[in-house]
């Protein structure tokens, strides 16, 4: 067998990560969190091995009374609910009440199942509320929330964490198959009055009373109504591009009304998932405690004022055109979120059918939005004590800059499969990307190095491609090394950046302080989980 280098070089650098970060002492935080963590998830793991026991023992007990078709829905039932490890989809449509009309003994059962599913919920939400004001670990809560909701659909307390709220149809109000909706404050304000809308398949919301006419193929214009080709004639032309409205996003496209859409519906999915997964980054451990403690009293999310816009163009050169001075002419880009106008610019690409740049500049665009009035008030106060007139916050001007990078990079993963989010897949080309620099390349820059590196000695460094690449890794070791045991301290680092101590503007935060683990050993620990993930690349 011929001798292969590369293959003997990347085998002993695998063995030396592993074992490098198998020998290093833990440290008492770092244990300690580990160890909380471990206690939540053993507890959850405990309430769903119970109530599998409870349905197996339901199941049981029909067969024995020979009710086989029963006992299998019941087993069925079982291991939907009880299935830790996959997403699930929240049911819209709220539950209706058990029917007068079942046989006795189904009716029986099927009490005891809800009873049992209602019980089960209220243990595991009042464990997220622990998790959260005990154990201060937000994304383990907000996993708890899931499980609720898996569970027992119509929680309301767990609807209200994530904003949602019972709607019934007017429409519908005589319907005896039909007990209401959980949807969004947006999604009931569209719903109602004089005009109500409906989220079409392919146009997204428009009147209810204008459905017909647009599966004709008729188009509103100017008052009248014209033919669909007349419409996409004119609206080639940005200055009357198709306008998509959603909670918040606002999609101006010249490529169809159909794609806006469906790219409207993607980010939507990203902006929900960050927003459950990314919790603390949102809200203050505080304001999320006490999101969770009102949820019974004030369960709906306020109406965006202003949505933040995308412009989706036809092709690249319109996006060269339309960017032109605000990108270098000598760097190409596959999209930009350019903060003066806090606008997303993105085209239709064939090269990224999965619209993975569209979730890097969103993840620039939902951030900034979400901190700009914070960083303005610190540059406020900054200049006031400076002497200063109208300095500007400058994100990560002395260190950090890596986090901005690395979380874009990361959340090119994000991808919808069968209506459900997944993010953080080995086999992405980014974390592929990111393994070969480190085992193959033997490319690495320390992670206190990496960590004080500021924003122009990150754009400017000889290897800034690298860093991008290592970025993504390192993002993808703090959110999921040993179950995610640094993810809250990672959250935590991205919101103290964009959102600095008002009471500390000159101190930056520092990952070693955050996950309470010095840098040297957090070297070891990254060498030893990019080792793992190559293995399943």
Request: glycine share 6%; with cysteine.
């Amino acid at each position: 067998m011929p001798f292969c280098f590369r293959c003997r070089f990347w085998s002993v650098l695998l063995l030396l990560a592993v074992c490098l970060g198998g020998h290093y002492r833990a440290t008492a935080d770092e244990q300690q969190s580990t160890r909380r963590l471990s206690q939540f998830h053993e507890r959850r793991r405990q309430l769903l091995g119970h109530l599998r026991r409870e349905f197996s023992g339901l199941s049981e007990q029909c067969h024995e009374d020979g009710q086989s078709d029963l006992a299998t829905e019941v087993t069925a039932v079982s291991l939907e609910l009880t299935a830790p490890g996959a997403p699930h989809a929240l049911p819209t449509m709220a539950s209706l009440p058990l029917s007068s009309r079942l046989p006795d003994y189904e009716r029986v059962v099927r009490n005891r199942m809800q009873v049992l599913k209602t019980d089960s919920a209220r243990e595991l939400y009042s464990l997220a509320r622990l998790a959260l004001r005990e154990g201060r670990l937000p994304s383990m809560a907000y996993l708890l929330i899931h499980d609720v909701l898996r569970i027992n659909p119509d929680h309301k307390h767990a609807r209200a964490v994530l904003g949602q709220q019972l709607f019934r149809d007017p429409a519908r109000r005589e319907d005896p198959t039909y007990a209401g909706e959980w949807v969004s404050a947006f999604e009931a304000s569209r719903r109602i009055g004089t005009s109500p809308e409906v989220n079409h398949e392919l146009y997204g919301w428009i009147p209810a009373s204008h459905v017909a006419r647009y599966e004709d193929g008729q188009r509103p214009w100017g008052g009248r109504w014209i033919s669909a080709e007349k419409e996409a004639e004119l609206r080639r032309n940005f200055r009357n591009a198709w306008e998509i409205r959603t909670e918040h996003f606002l999609i101006k496209t010249n490529t169809s009304r159909e794609e806006g859409v469906l790219l409207s519906r993607r980010l939507e999915t990203y902006y929900d998932w960050l927003h459950s997964n990314f919790a603390a980054f949102f809200d203050t451990p505080a304001e999320l405690y006490r999101r969770f403690e009102q949820a019974q009293y004030a369960g709906r999310r306020t109406l965006p004022t202003r949505p933040m816009q995308v412009h989706y163009y036809a092709d690249r050169d319109e996006y060269q055109q339309r960017t032109r001075g605000k990108i270098p002419p000598t760097i190409v880009t596959n999209g930009l979120y350019w903060e003066p106008d806090r606008t997303c610019y993105l085209f239709r690409n064939p090269e990224d059918p999965d619209t993975s740049t569209a979730f890097h500049e969103a993840t620039h665009q939902i951030f900034d939005w979400t901190t700009r009035d914070h960083r303005n008030s610190a540059a406020r106060k900054l200049s006031r004590q400076r002497g200063l007139r109208n300095a500007e916050w400058v994100l990560c001007r002395n260190s950090n800059f890596w986090v901005l990078e690395g979380i874009a990079c990361y959340m090119e993963s994000f991808r919808i499969v069968d209506g459900l989010p997944e993010v953080g897949d080995p086999k992405n080309v980014r974390f592929v990307g990111a393994t070969h620099r480190l085992l193959i390349n033997n490319f690495y820059i320390d992670m206190r190095t990496f960590s004080g590196l500021g924003k122009d000695a990150f754009r400017q460094h000889p290897n800034h491609t690298q860093l991008y690449t290592q970025g993504s890794g390192v993002a993808h070791f703090l959110l999921h090394y040993k179950g995610g045991i640094y993810r809250d301290a990672f959250i935590e680092l991205l919101s103290r950046v964009y959102q600095p101590d008002m009471e500390n503007l000159a101190e930056d935060p520092s990952l070693e302080q955050l996950t309470g683990v010095q840098f040297d050993v957090l070297d070891l620990q990254y060498r030893e989980h990019m080792a793992n993930l190559s293995a399943r690349q």
